[in-house]
Structure formats: structure tokens, C-alpha cells
């Protein structure tokens, strides 16, 4: 088919808006903590209800997808998100948060698996590659301005007062209104017909269970489970413990920690691609890890200045968890790679389990040793590099040149 740059264009444009919905979490937690008087395993039930929609929803998407098509997916997906923003900005209490959070993580859980196959289509299989890493670097630059957004909405909007309501609701009333242009945009843009590869294809119920039974399925499911869970760890409530250990101001500068841990996620990425050039994959994973524990320990139980470095650099050091993860997974079974994107994509619940583990500690015994439960998940992650025997390996420099 002829290629599309508007298109490719469009799709760098939903990874940026689902980067914006996604990380706006750890930011806002304090606020919603004092907003609603909760308890820190209340609060971690939001960004629960949130990436615990990708767990039910990543593989019946894919399986939607095919039956429907990727433009009313698409199209699904937003008109969900726009009604859930919609109804937290209108009726800002807890239970309603919990519901929006729950639809606005479905309905990004469908465009992660819309818009994959969409990108190779319109840019074409020969740039997929490069559109695919360009498009991790928008979603990483949204996912930096997110909490900005919100540090510059909490701090120049005065509360309602004929409401009562918190300066933070405002943002819902930005992301209906960015949803609601979303859904104007999809609706005008014609849509090329995507033909998956057999590879692609998401498969049946019998090909998961298939796939669940192979236990290297299960250990990568379950590494993927780990990293997510560390990642929103870190994310979710670096901006509390600054708060409560360091007495910084969650609206300001807790909201630039959580800002400089997304963008040195980035950064980081940018740094994997010349060292996955020059070494094995599994050493640079268990570099990374090892590094990203250290940085975790200087931000636990250093000083505030110490905490506010080390909390960013964990963001930078897990960087290459992410797709080394992936990449070993997809490279050790030899077919269905459709159906196993989905089983990994499920996986991504890690990120509902991991932060409410870290609440419900932190509630009983301080959030200091709640957010030390990183250790254990970081630990899996560095076992990978031990356990892991894919099939091809990423190609290095020094193996090329002896080819």
C-alpha cells in the first residue's frame, strides 16, 4: 500500500496522548490523598484500577481488533476515555475516580494493541524499526511534560469556590477535551486496511493456554509483571516519600522528580541503543538492574538532596528493562508472537499489584520500608539475565566483525 506520513503522524500522536493519561498518576496521588483523606493502600487502589484494565482487557482487544478493525477500536477507545474524564471532572469523589481510572486503562490497553500493526502498515515494514523507536521517544517526552502539566495547573488555578473542588480536577477537564479532539481526528482520517502477519495474529483462547503452559512463557509473563510493577512503583510514590521524609512540596517538586524520572527513561533509551551494539543483552539487563537498586537505596535513605537525584536516576536504569525483557521473550519461542504480545501486555497489571503491595506496607510499618519492596521485584528482574536462553541474541559489534 502507498505509505502514509499523516498517518504515522496520527499514530505518534495517540502514543503521545496515552503517555499524557498513563503517567499523570504519580504526580497527583498526594493531592488525591489529601483531596479524599485516604489511607496509602486507598489511594494505590486508583493506579490499581488503572493498569489492572490492561490485565483484563490486552488480549480480548487484539482479538476485537481483528474482528472489527483497528479504526472503530480506535475510535472505542476514545469515546471510553473521553466519558470517563468527563464523569471524574464533573463528580470528582473516590468511587468515581476508581471507575474512571478502571476505563480510561481499558481503553489504553485497546490503542496499545491498535497501533502497533497500524505503524508498520502506514510507514512501512522497511522503517518500522525506526517509527517504532521514535515513537517510544514521544511517548517518553509525554510522559516528562505530564507532571509539569500538572504542576502548572496546581499551581495558577485557584480552588473553585462555589465547588469546593481541587485545583488537580482541572486536568480532567483538559484530558476530556484532548480525548474529545482525539475522537474528531480519528473520525476524519481514513484508515488503511491492516493485514497482520501470521506472526501477528492474536490467535484463539486454546493458543494462550498453549502458550501459559510453557514454563519460559510464564517466567517472561512474570518478568514482565516485575519491571511494570517496579517501574509504577517508583513513579506512583517517589512523590509521597519526598513529601513525607523530605518535606517537599508534592505539587512542585515532587511532581519534577516524577518528571526527570520519565525523561531519564527517556534518556536512557538513547544510551541502550549503542550499548545493546556492543554487549549481550542479558549483561546490559543486569547492569542496569543492579544500578537501578543502588539508586533506589541512595533514594530510600539518603538526604533529600540525595533522594532527589537518585529517585530520576532509578527512572534512567530502568530504561532498557522494557524492551531487553521483551525482545528475549519474543526471541525464545519461535511462533505465536501475536499471542504472546498479549499474554506480555497482560502482564502489565504488574503495575496495579506492585504500587497497592507498597501502599498496604506503608500504611502498617511507613512508606520507607512499603517502597523497599522494590528490591524483591528489581531482584526478579536481575534473574533474567541468569535464566535467559533465547534463541537469536541481539546483534553486537564484535559479532558482526567476526562473521
Not at 478502571?102 to 525506526?130: S, T
Not at 505539587?251 to 524520572?261: C, D, E, H, K, Y
Not at 526478579?380 to 558482526?400: E, G, H, L, Q, Y
Request: aromatic share 14%; charged share 10%.
Amino acid at each position: 500500500m502507498k505509505r502514509s506520513y499523516y498517518l504515522v503522524g496520527l499514530v505518534f500522536l495517540i502514543f503521545f496522548v496515552i503517555s499524557l493519561l498513563t503517567n499523570i498518576l504519580g504526580p497527583i496521588i498526594p493531592d488525591i490523598i489529601d483531596s479524599f483523606k485516604l489511607s496509602l493502600t486507598a489511594a494505590a487502589l486508583l493506579p490499581f484500577s488503572f493498569f489492572i484494565a490492561y490485565g483484563v482487557m490486552s488480549i480480548p482487544a487484539g482479538m476485537l481488533i481483528e474482528a472489527y478493525r483497528e479504526k472503530r477500536i480506535i475510535l472505542g477507545a476514545f469515546l471510553s476515555a473521553f466519558v470517563a474524564a468527563l464523569a471524574f471532572a464533573l463528580a470528582p469523589v473516590y468511587l468515581t475516580a476508581i471507575v474512571s481510572l478502571f476505563v480510561i486503562g481499558a481503553a489504553m490497553a485497546m490503542l496499545q494493541v491498535a497501533i502497533n500493526p497500524l505503524l508498520r502498515v502506514a510507514g512501512g515494514e522497511e522503517n518500522f524499526a525506526f517509527n517504532s523507536a521514535f515513537a517510544q521517544l514521544i511517548f517518553g517526552s509525554a510522559s516528562f511534560l505530564s507532571p509539569r502539566i500538572y504542576s502548572y495547573m496546581v499551581t495558577r488555578t485557584d480552588v473553585d469556590r462555589a465547588s469546593g473542588r481541587p485545583a488537580w480536577i482541572s486536568l480532567y477537564w483538559i484530558f476530556a477535551a484532548v480525548t474529545l479532539l482525539m475522537i474528531v481526528l480519528i473520525s476524519a482520517s481514513r484508515f488503511p486496511r491492516v493485514e497482520r502477519t501470521r506472526q501477528e495474529r492474536v490467535g484463539s483462547w486454546a493458543t494462550h493456554r498453549r502458550l501459559f503452559r510453557r514454563p519460559v512463557v510464564l517466567l517472561y509473563f512474570t518478568s514482565v509483571f516485575a519491571y511494570v510493577g517496579a517501574e509504577q512503583g517508583a513513579a506512583d510514590w517517589m512523590s509521597k516519600f519526598l513529601a513525607v521524609y523530605h518535606h517537599y512540596d508534592p505539587q512542585t517538586t515532587g511532581a519534577n522528580a516524577v518528571s526527570w524520572f520519565w525523561g531519564l527513561l527517556t534518556a536512557g533509551c538513547l544510551l541502550g541503543l549503542l550499548l545493546l551494539k556492543l554487549f549481550d543483552s542479558r549483561k546490559v539487563l543486569l547492569a542496569f538492574t543492579v544500578a537501578a537498586m543502588a539508586s533506589l537505596t541512595a533514594a530510600l535513605f539518603g538526604s533529600g538532596h540525595i533522594a532527589l537525584l537518585a529517585f530520576p536516576l532509578v527512572g534512567f536504569f530502568a530504561s532498557l528493562m522494557w524492551p531487553i525483557i521483551v525482545s528475549l521473550a519474543l526471541n525464545s519461542v519461535d511462533e505465536f508472537h501475536g499471542a504472546l504480545s498479549g499474554i506480555l501486555c497482560t502482564a502489565i497489571a504488574g503495575g496495579a499489584i506492585v504500587p497497592l503491595v507498597i501502599g498496604k506496607i506503608g500504611d502498617h510499618a511507613g512508606l520507607r520500608l512499603g517502597m523497599s519492596f522494590l528490591y524483591l521485584v528489581f531482584g526478579w528482574v536481575s534473574s533474567v539475565s541468569f535464566w535467559a536462553r533465547p534463541i537469536i541474541t541481539n546483534k553486537t559489534i564484535a559479532a558482526t566483525s567476526t562473521n
